[in-house]
DNA sequence: GATGAATGAGAGTTCATTCAT
DNA sequence: AATGAATGAACTCTCATTCAT
């Protein structure tokens, strides 16, 4: 399975925004000392000297510091995750895996990727979900009703299989989202911690698969 | 069971402190404050109206605006997890549950308990421990090597009678841990949102004994 | 007749307020800068340094840069104008000058010499009026209301003896402060200008007094 | 009597600058944007906003912000002012108007057209005139000087005749200026308030014919 | 111990102006 | 001639912290 290419999907849609260089330049300064400081931590001066731009140039394209977190978030919350959701989906429908362990092996792995592809992202995100209510719940919401309802068809599936347990999608789905941030987190809070991907997937499926199982 | 009284503890904690009873107004209005806003959202003067004081008294105790959030935190972090984990296990281990499941349902049910009793806490805890990276290294560790050191007996017990499966310590305390979070953080993050805590221990307990039996 | 003092009722209403020193300094800085430069050409650096406080303390009592404007400006039109309206009415009709002629002269006197004493904040207040629509209807309608209807028994009393054209009290209150105005503008505008009060008040009284002649 | 058409003689003016029709815009949205808000609450951008050109069209021509207001009221004082003065004072002259009372009248109405078609402009040199003494100086001296030194003969002329009392010319034209602006400045300072042109000229002819008459 | 006026460094933001395209 | 990205100085305002009372 072709993995999908997260940071490719992020530079493009930069691309769109039609931002000069010095304009990225400011967007990945951001992204950087966000991650590492934190939103309120980090100035607008000291986003100018990261990216080596005048701080009258940080504000002509943003507006007001807010709107840089806002230019950081928004693609990645609205058109990325999504984005990859859909595709990575469809990847998984079209080549219809028969066996739910297969299936979980798939999923568990793509998320441990995409995780460790943007961890300063995702960092950013978990940060200022908690001080903005209003991000959080929009997330989480968006993200529960776009994989749900697209996974409640591969669910329903294995289910008359016979190879998982029938509960509602929304408790399969929290168990499996649990497992793989229960393994995350740490890497999100502990700096220098990485993961082994193939480890984890392997890991992290042998529970589930015991987890989930009819009976 | 008697469950154990987290807020007891922590007044008991700011008792021994020897604060006068503006210095406790203060530390509650930070208690507050920091759950609501977050650490850099909240300024002295927003504490000194709050707690009814001078900004002068906020600087009398704490000396610094981090000394309030360490106040705070750290016997939180030092003392009462460790208290409450420590009663707690104690309380475990001497009743000598007989079955793996009455175990888990106790466990599981007693950390929903927690959480509840502690969410403006485990908001600054969770807020701060991304920015402040020593933070979460410190108390993840501390609660690992804790819980988990205590726990290895009960585990041992539970995997010599042919209950659980034979992975490391570790690895069972990352599932158990996983799976209460994953019904935790969404209160966290969604204000308004509570928990059913009968409920959710018995979807639990039913998940996590399957996910978590020998074959 | 005495003079109303001003000066004297402004300071009273700054004790009033109950500031310190550093913000009486603040005040009075202001007032100065802002009469010769105009408000937005004011920068609160400006005002902190000539007053010898640092920025905070400007903002310490008065909140944002309009708010001291607004400190200078409102107890001026609020207060300082119709109390010494009102008390400058009160003694013209307890003095019940018999002579239209007397009445004009001591109207005209006392509000030449008001605008002589207060020329700092006329200046300031001449401004406003025209970037803030507000002010100037507020104001206008203050003093009108005010004026014409305390003046309109005066002028009653002297258009029944047969020395005052029974025009409306309206237009009759606008000629006389036509006519002030017209002498006091000039001193407004250019610097170092002075008024003759005595001369000026002849010359006014005597075009007056023909203008407002009955036939 | 043809009333002088100033917006036509401010357009010519314009046109013998040789601008391009960007730059007439530029003219035009400054005058609209400093009449309604005062030149510092006008910035450039706001102006290049409403003009529909770009930032540096705006400074093409008139090099900086101040180059701008200096192209609005330079030739509205120093040509259409005067100009404006001079072809009515041409028309007055050559009319010869026997009566003082006919001369008055039509003086008067004049000035209230005038007036009432420069509105902004007015509005703008009310605003500047205070901050910059410099403007108000020049413009006072140059109006005073003009028309007192062309009224002049008009004015004996009407002495002799025994119309018109004997005082000098600049105290004569002071009670006009003054009567007609005390109508002027509230239409001047609250938005929306218009003036009934024929209204205001009989009434304060009717005063200014009294308050000017010998004896 | 408690007050709150005072501080001053630094934050976010605006804006007149320049200049390469 | 026209553009608009870029600049950087200056501005208003905040806030943790101090200290005389």
């Known amino acids: 399975m072709a993995n999908t290419d997260i940071p490719a ?36 001066s000291d986003i100018a000297k990261l990216a080596g ?17 806002k230019a950081i978030v928004e693609p990645f919350a609205e058109n990325v995750i999504p984005l990859a959701a859909t595709e990575f989906l469809d990847e998984v429908s079209t080549e219809n895996l028969p066996d739910f362990k297969d299936f979980l092996t798939t999923v568990i792995k793509n998320r441990f990727q995409f995780a460790m592809n943007n961890l300063p992202q995702l960092r950013i995100l978990f940060h200022e979900a908690i001080t903005t209510p209003k991000i959080s719940e929009k997330i989480s919401k968006e993200i529960l009703t776009l994989l749900s309802s697209n996974l409640k068809q591969a669910y329903l599936f294995y289910q008359t299989k016979g190879e998982l347990v029938k509960w509602s999608p929304d408790r399969i789905f929290r168990y499996m989202i649990s497992t793989v941030v229960g393994y995350v987190i740490p890497v999100l809070l502990i700096p220098g911690l990485t993961l082994d991907v193939d480890q984890v997937t392997k890991e992290s499926t042998e529970f589930l ?3 989930l199982s009819p009976k």
């Open 209 to 211: 698969l015991k987890g």
């Open 53 to 69: 731009v005048s701080e009258g140039t940080v504000y002509k394209q943003f507006k007001t510091k807010a709107g840089i977190l």
């Open 9 to 44: 999907l992020f530079a493009e849609s930069l691309t769109n925004l039609k931002l000069t260089d010095k304009q990225k330049a400011v967007l990945e300064a951001s992204l950087k000392l966000f991650s590492e400081k934190g939103f309120d931590n980090t100035s607008t």
